[in-house]
């Protein structure tokens, strides 16, 4: 490709490389092919020189090369998007571990200085429509012989998604005086919040004893209906010699490896039994927040053998955070932060008819009950659900679960004044609100808690907002500084404005399709399958 100045009236049929503005509101943009009449109003302009690019016989355009090479990329679990100004990228079509093969993405980068690949981390679990790489053309035009050999390249198993499949798990829970009923209760719940999104479910939990004799019989008893079989230890395992380890040899099986250098999670123990994983997990598996334990668990679902090798090589990226209970000094670390769900149910539906969206069903369950049952899994420290249009039946559509009803009288008046009944009714002690939509039944408490994970990261905090292939989508985490600002709005906007004004104080959490789906028609309704309630 050729690039430099050239005069204006021998630029016909070039690329313009940067964009121009002209009298009387004439713009031409940067990338233009430019013709005749651009020509005509640059010399016009008194401009005689352009900066331009020229394809030379054998390139090819910008859009062109990268579609080439991104489609070559595509394989199963992953798809491409159109190219626009020499970029194409890549999303997941299935919930799984984004796999890629850094010699190979290094390989294609190195063909021509004007190719790119740019993906996300190795084995980083994703969501069905999550962006994990993007193709860039740095040119706008690009030699054609580089790109068929990335294109060559790209083909070669580059980048792929491990979907996942549902698994069956056995859990084994060891009891002590010491440890809590409430504290192994809470264990399943971050483990059911884990598994969400895999379609996993728990067939059965054994609660014994912390004896090698009846931690082998949980073992023996689970084995056979489960596909992994985990065991949450009262107590740590401290050596290979110790109850969880002996209980897997006593039953036939063998422990692959103990420990691991990822922080939290160094004491996880794998093994396997009847030739099926179980893992001693750490007591980090006990939090919702990400440790070792994680990237084991995940790496089995997906269906990939774990070997020692694989554990043993994780150090580098493998200090996810400091832990507050060492003995040892370390920094300080946030508490864990306190949040309000409020869920806008208020509104009169107008363009679903007559009907009220908030009692459809999908998969025989009222939309807002979807809704509540996630937020009640993601733990908050209360779920309040604002009412207006026919409260009754949406509160009897909820029926005993804990939360809160919270009337709004004015609910005609707009989706302004359900926010701010909502805010009103929250506890003064929360450090935020979980703003969310009571149509939106694709979010998960799994997806709630990876929002709050993200919200109390960092200080102070900052407003997350769920996204789906980028774009902002619902629901919305904002820190109680912010709540005034909320408290002052009117009509029927939301706080769409609000959200544009504090981009820089914005984390977009990435969900998927479970960001942007609001089934507020009867057509996007009858599209996923669900119902209107008679």
């Keep these: ?8 009236s021998e630029a016909e049929g070039a690329i313009l490389a940067h964009g ?14 430019l013709a005749h009449g651009d020509i005509s109003a640059i010399i016009a302009a ?11 016989s054998d390139d090819i355009g910008e859009n062109d090369a990268a579609y080439a090479i991104a489609n070559a990329l595509v394989g199963p679990g992953l798809r491409a998007e159109a190219a626009a100004t020499g970029r194409v990228n890549l999303y997941a079509t299935a919930d799984g571990l984004f796999v890629a093969d850094a010699e190979k993405v290094n390989s294609i980068n190195r063909i021509d200085p004007g190719i790119t690949l740019a993906t ?9 429509g999550r962006m994990v790489a993007t193709v860039k053309i740095i040119p706008y035009a690009v030699d054609g012989a580089a790109v068929a050999s990335a294109a060559a390249a790209a083909g070669n198993g580059v980048i792929a998604i491990n979907a996942y499949s549902p698994r069956r798990i056995g859990v084994v829970a060891t009891q002590l005086p010491s440890l809590k009923p409430s504290v192994m209760d809470k264990t399943i719940r971050v483990l059911k919040g884990r598994l969400a999104i895999s379609g996993s479910s728990i067939v059965r939990e054994i609660r014994t004893e912390h004896l090698q004799e009846a931690v082998a019989a949980g073992i023996r008893a689970l084995i056979g209906e489960s596909d992994i079989v985990l065991v949450f230890g009262a107590s740590a395992i401290c050596d290979v010699d110790d109850v969880i380890p002996t209980a897997i040899k006593a039953e036939g099986g063998k422990v692959l490896h103990f420990g691991m250098p990822v922080d939290p999670g160094n004491l996880m123990l794998l093994g396997e039994v009847d030739g099926k994983p179980v893992i001693g997990a750490p007591g980090c598996a006990r939090s919702p927040a990400e440790n070792g334990f994680d990237w084991i668990l995940q790496r089995l679902i997906a269906g990939r053998k774990v070997t020692a090798d694989e554990i043993t090589g994780m ?16 920094e300080g670390r946030r508490a864990a932060p306190r949040l309000s769900a409020v869920i806008l149910a208020a509104g009169q539906s107008k363009r679903m008819g007559t009907a009220n969206k908030m009692l459809a069903k999908l998969g025989n369950k009222p939309l807002v009950a979807h809704v509540a049952e996630a937020a009640l899994a993601a733990h908050p420290a209360e779920v309040i ?4 249009h026919e409260a009754d039946v949406v509160g009897a559509a909820l029926g005993n679960k804990t939360l809160r009803l919270v009337h709004n009288a004015d609910f005609t008046s707009g989706m302004a ?29 799994a997806m709630i808690e990876k929002m709050a994970n993200a919200f109390g990261a960092s200080s102070p905090a900052p407003v997350v907002v769920a996204a789906h292939n980028g774009e902002r989508g619902n629901p919305v985490i904002w820190p109680r500084r912010l709540l005034e600002r909320l408290m002052k709005l009117t009509g029927d906007k939301g706080a769409r404005d609000l959200l544009v004004e504090l981009a820089d104080e914005t984390v977009m959490v990435e969900l998927g ?9 009867p057509e996007a309704l009858e599209k996923v399958g669900g119902t209107i309630s008679a």
């Design 513 to 521: 399709e479970a960001a942007s789906l609001d089934l507020d028609t």
């Design 385 to 388: 659900v604002v009412t207006g």
């Design 315 to 330: 150090g580098v990226g493998g200090l996810l955070m400091e832990i507050g209970s060492r003995p040892q000094p370390r």
């Design 120 to 128: 996300l981390p190795n084995l980083l679990e994703v969501n069905s």
């Design 20 to 33: 121009l503005r002209l009298p009387g509101g004439i713009a031409i943009r940067k990338g233009t092919v």
């Design 417 to 445: 004044s359900s926010l701010v009944a909502g805010i009103k009714a929250v506890d003064d002690a929360s450090d935020g609100v979980i703003m969310l939509l009571g149509d939106m039944p694709l979010v998960s408490g």
């Design 46 to 56: 008194g401009i005689d020189e352009v900066i331009v690019a020229r394809a030379e």
């Design 1 to 8: 490709m050729k690039f430099g100045p050239v005069r204006a």
